[in-house]
Each structure stands twice: as C-alpha cells, then as structure tokens.
Nanobody
C-alpha cells in the first residue's frame, strides 16, 4: 500500500512537497507516477519517474513548477510543487507500476495511494 502525505492549504505562488512511501520502492523495477483528480473529472497524470529514477516526465501544465524525485534510502518518492496556482487545487495520488518505463496513463500502474488534498487559495 502506498501512503501519501504533505497535502494542505497554501496561498497562490506558494510551495508544497508531497511524499509517497512504500517498501516496493526498494526495487529498481518499479515506475512511479503522480496523478491528480478534481471532483467530477478524470484522473490525470502530473509527473512520472521510470525505474532508473533519471528520466522524469511532467505534463505541460506543471512543467517547470513541479518536480518528481525519489529517495531510495528512505523508500519515498516526492512531488515538489512550486509556484502553485488555484487550478492546482485537487486531490493528488501516487501510484506504482510494475513496468520500468514511465507512463502518463492510469493503466500503467498497479498500486495507488489514498490521495491527499491540495488547496491553493488566497
């Protein structure tokens, strides 16, 4: 089971760092993804990291603002979010996939966290 933390409320322009922990991260054959979902909308990809941890991919809407990274010693994957805007107000989910390559599709992941709420508001 993936366990997320770090969500909360922040003003526009602020920063948050989400964490996702799981023992499977000790394996070098898993890819990691962060997704987000607004009420009534589809879950969409935010960023992903392949099993090597060296080739992150971020979608255009967060490119240059969000960074995905992993700390193998702590078995944690992070999503560092800077320059937050009100449109970033949604629930964020981390996911682990048994394929080594990064995917922006939900079908590429097998395990999901419970989600953590991020609210950007003045």
């Amino acid at each position: 089971q993936l366990v997320e933390s770090g969500g909360g409320s922040v003003q526009p322009g602020g920063s948050l760092r989400l964490s996702c922990a799981h023992s499977i991260f000790t394996s070098d054959s898993y890819s990691i993804g962060w997704f987000r979902q607004a009420p009534g909308k589809r879950r969409e990809a935010v960023s992903c990291l392949d099993s090597s941890g060296h080739r992150p991919i971020s979608v255009e809407s967060v490119e240059g603002r969000f960074t995905i990274s992993r700390d193998n010693a702590k078995n944690i994957v992070y999503l560092t979010m800077n320059s937050l805007i009100t449109e970033d107000t949604v629930i964020y989910y981390c996911a682990a996939g048994s394929y080594p390559s990064c995917s922006v599709h939900i079908s590429g992941y097998d395990d999901w966290g419970q989600g953590t709420q991020v609210t950007v508001s003045s």
